[in-house]
């Protein structure tokens, strides 16, 4: 027994230097164990159906005002384009563009020596014309008096001399003088009126404002010859008051119902992003476009469009003439109203899970429902987002809509509740 007990000891000790098997380290089976403990439950918890990752809006209350939006360009509301009735050679050029200039100032002037000349022409020929007057008026005289003696004459002798020949001449010379003397008076309002042509050009050969405001262009310089001969060549381009300007947009035919003079409209420019302008639609055209340009031809295929006008306050001068803006003009305000998101209103559950899950092509945004219009006055509904994940179908029925939000009615749906519109992707 003592061998034994020996053996087992010399045993023990020989295999305390060596490494323990694989098989036989406790700890390694009691991490295997905690491993496949670990998928079990996964297996069983985790095994269950997936709930969609929903995509949620609140339920809004508030007024929706209803917009149309426009392009168009800047214009002052009186442009004056300034030309010149007077042909010759431009010898002063007074202002240049973005000068402020009164009403009556000078602008340019234009060489008169032809037409100094053609007054001095003028005046001669009046001045003839008047001889002409006076030496018919001295003719006249002379008849009348040689006239009158042979009257005289003749109620002396009793009717024997002169004789009714000799009356008649004196008569007939008589005639002639009083014609001779309104011709004179004829030519010389004649000349009277060529001199004050000749004037009338004179005063015309220097261009003045014919209104207060600013210089936006000018197309002569000194030296150019300007020939007004056929048509009124322009010389300068103003602008009566950029203080208050005009805004003409194109609305489209399906918006122009909707638009009407007095409503309020904002506009942005590209000059100053971010930026909105406050203006007042002023008219709106009742002819279209197309009819309004007669050079072209209109065809069923031609987009309708009528322009608008509004006015414009640039007190502080940033905006100019011909800046490009995009209105947006207020045409209607629905009040204070249940607004959803369109995307709420198109939303099926069967139809988005049978689109795809949630490993088929999933809806991360509503950039088509958002554009989409909901029929007014239709019944619709809107999947609303329970506490507990569950859906809760509840109809509404539709008002307006601005193509984003629509006005919706309804008993159970109240404002802050979540609707559904779309399915995102679960979270890995």
Same mark, same amino acid.
């Given at each position: 027994?003592?061998?034994?007990?020996?053996?087992?000891?010399?045993?023990?000790?020989?295999?305390?230097?060596?490494?323990?098997?694989?098989?036989?380290?406790?700890?390694?089976?009691?991490?295997?164990?905690?491993?496949?403990?670990?998928?079990?439950?996964?297996?069983?918890?985790?095994?269950?159906?997936?709930?969609?990752?929903?995509?949620?809006?609140?339920?809004?209350?508030?007024?929706?005002?209803?917009?149309?939006?426009?392009?168009?360009?800047?214009?002052?509301?009186?442009?004056?384009?300034?030309?010149?009735?007077?042909?010759?050679?431009?010898?002063?050029?007074?202002?240049?563009?973005?000068d402020v200039v009164v009403r009556g100032q000078v602008l340019a002037v234009i060489n008169t020596?032809?037409?100094?000349?053609?007054?001095?022409?003028?005046?001669?020929?009046?001045?003839?014309?008047?001889?002409?007057?006076?030496?018919?008026?001295?003719?006249?005289?002379?008849?009348?008096a040689q006239l009158a003696r042979l009257i005289e004459v003749q109620r002396l002798s009793g009717?024997?001399?002169?004789?009714?020949?000799?009356?008649?001449?004196?008569?007939?010379?008589?005639?002639?003088?009083?014609?001779?003397?309104?011709?004179?008076?004829?030519?010389?309002?004649?000349?009277?009126?060529?001199?004050?042509?000749?004037?009338?050009?004179?005063?015309?050969?220097?261009?003045?404002?014919?209104?207060?405001?600013?210089?936006?262009?000018?197309?002569?310089?000194?030296?150019?010859?300007?020939?007004?001969?056929?048509?009124?060549?322009?010389?300068?381009?103003?602008?009566?008051?950029?203080?208050?300007?005009?805004?003409?947009? *194109?609305?489209?035919?399906?918006?122009?119902?909707?638009?009407?003079?007095?409503?309020?409209?904002?506009?942005?420019?590209?000059?100053?992003?971010?930026?909105?302008?406050?203006?007042?639609?002023?008219?709106?055209?009742?002819?279209?476009? *197309?009819?309004?340009?007669?050079?072209?031809?209109?065809?069923?295929?031609?987009?309708?469009?009528?322009?608008?006008?509004?006015?414009?306050? *640039?007190?502080?001068?940033?905006?100019?003439?011909?800046?490009?803006?995009?209105?947006?003009?207020?045409?209607?305000?629905?009040?204070?109203?249940?607004?959803?998101?369109?995307?709420?209103?198109?939303?099926?559950?069967?139809?988005?899970?049978?689109?795809?899950?949630?490993?088929?092509?999933?809806?991360?945004?509503?950039?088509?429902?958002?554009?989409?219009?909901?029929?007014?006055?239709?019944?619709?509904?809107?999947?609303?987002?329970?506490?507990?994940?569950?859906?809760?179908?509840?109809?509404?029925?539709?008002?307006?809509?601005?193509?984003?939000?629509?006005?919706?009615?309804?008993?159970?749906?109240?404002?802050?509740?979540?609707?559904?519109?779309?399915?995102?992707?679960?979270?890995?």
């Amino acid at each position: 027994m003592n061998d034994s007990a020996t053996q087992d000891d010399i045993a023990s000790y020989l295999d305390a230097g060596k490494p323990k098997k694989w098989y036989k380290r406790r700890w390694l089976w009691v991490f295997v164990g905690l491993l496949l403990l670990g998928i079990a439950a996964a297996v069983v918890f985790g095994g269950g159906e997936q709930r969609p990752n929903y995509i949620t809006a609140d339920v809004e209350e508030r007024s929706l005002d209803l917009t149309v939006t426009a392009t168009g360009n800047l214009r002052p509301t009186n442009q004056v384009e300034v030309g010149s009735e007077v042909s010759g050679r431009i010898d002063r050029v007074l202002v240049d563009v973005n000068d402020v200039v009164v009403r009556g100032q000078v602008l340019a002037v234009i060489n008169t020596d032809v037409i100094e000349d053609q007054i001095t022409q003028g005046r001669a020929s009046l001045n003839a014309a008047r001889a002409r007057v006076a030496q018919a008026q001295a003719t006249l005289t002379a008849d009348q008096a040689q006239l009158a003696r042979l009257i005289e004459v003749q109620r002396l002798s009793g009717g024997r001399v002169p004789s009714q020949t000799e009356l008649d001449q004196a008569q007939a010379s008589v005639n002639a003088g009083r014609a001779s003397v309104a011709a004179a008076r004829a030519d010389v309002t004649s000349a009277e009126a060529q001199l004050s042509s000749y004037q009338t050009q004179y005063e015309r050969a220097v261009i003045r404002s014919p209104v207060s405001g600013v210089v936006l262009a000018r197309q002569v310089e000194p030296g150019q010859t300007v020939a007004a001969s056929f048509n009124t060549p322009t010389l300068f381009v103003l602008a009566e008051d950029l203080a208050t300007m005009q805004l003409r947009v *194109n609305l489209d035919e399906a918006d122009v119902g909707t638009v009407e003079a007095g409503q309020e409209a904002t506009f942005t420019v590209d000059a100053y992003p971010g930026r909105r302008f406050p203006a007042t639609v002023e008219r709106v055209d009742l002819a279209s476009n *197309n009819i309004a340009d007669t050079s072209s031809s209109t065809s069923s295929q031609e987009v309708v469009s009528y322009e608008a006008r509004l006015t414009v306050s *640039n007190g502080d001068g940033l905006l100019r003439p011909g800046m490009t803006a995009t209105a947006t003009i207020a045409t209607q305000s629905t009040g204070r109203a249940m607004l959803v998101p369109n995307g709420a209103l198109r939303f099926q559950p069967e139809t988005e899970e049978e689109a795809g899950g949630i490993f088929g092509p999933q809806e991360f945004g509503l950039q088509e429902d958002e554009q989409a219009s909901i029929g007014e006055g239709s019944r619709q509904h809107v999947q609303v987002l329970q506490d507990d994940g569950t859906l809760r179908a509840i109809e509404v029925t539709t008002g307006r809509s601005d193509g984003r939000l629509t006005v919706v009615t309804s008993d159970e749906l109240q404002p802050g509740m979540k609707v559904v519109t779309g399915i995102g992707a679960n979270a890995d």
